[in-house]
């Protein structure tokens, strides 16, 4: 059974930073990638949009644009950990930040699970960890 467990969210002024962790477990390939999604507050479901994504094979990285330049997306396969490091965080980066994991199937899969998340759905996810900007 895969499990992905979000940890290092919690409250922090405009302009800090803040690093999410996500421990992963359970895939029964190394060919996998995880993603980083956030839901604002308000926002359905549906509205989730990507922000970062890493294979756990090579490294690879895709950034959407809701968080590029602010974010990087890191590994450590002896941890099967991805951390998401946050910095310049706004008040409108408030939201639950959640992470998920898929098996990368087909080449450009990172991009698509980041542009196109609700179409594109990664299989399985965390239950996430709120992010909070005060300003």
């Known amino acids: 059974e895969v499990q992905l467990v979000e940890s290092g969210g919690g409250l922090v002024q405009s302009g800090g930073s803040l690093r999410l962790s996500c421990a992963a477990s359970g895939f029964t390939s190394d060919d996998y990638a995880i993603g980083w999604f956030r839901q604002a507050p308000g926002k359905e479901r549906e509205e989730r949009e990507g922000v970062a994504c890493i294979s756990t094979v090579d490294g690879s990285t895709h950034y959407a644009d809701s968080m590029k330049g602010r974010v990087t997306i890191s590994r450590d396969t002896a941890k099967n950990t991805v951390y998401l490091q946050m910095s310049d965080l706004k008040p409108e980066d408030t939201a639950v930040y959640y992470c998920?994991?898929?098996?990368?199937?087909?080449?450009?899969?990172?991009?698509?699970?980041?542009?196109?998340?609700?179409?594109?759905?990664?299989?399985?996810w965390g239950k996430g960890a709120l992010v909070t900007v005060s300003s």
């Open positions: 998920a994991g898929d098996l990368i199937s087909a080449p450009g899969l990172l991009r698509l699970w980041m542009l196109f998340p609700s179409t594109y759905m990664m299989d399985y």
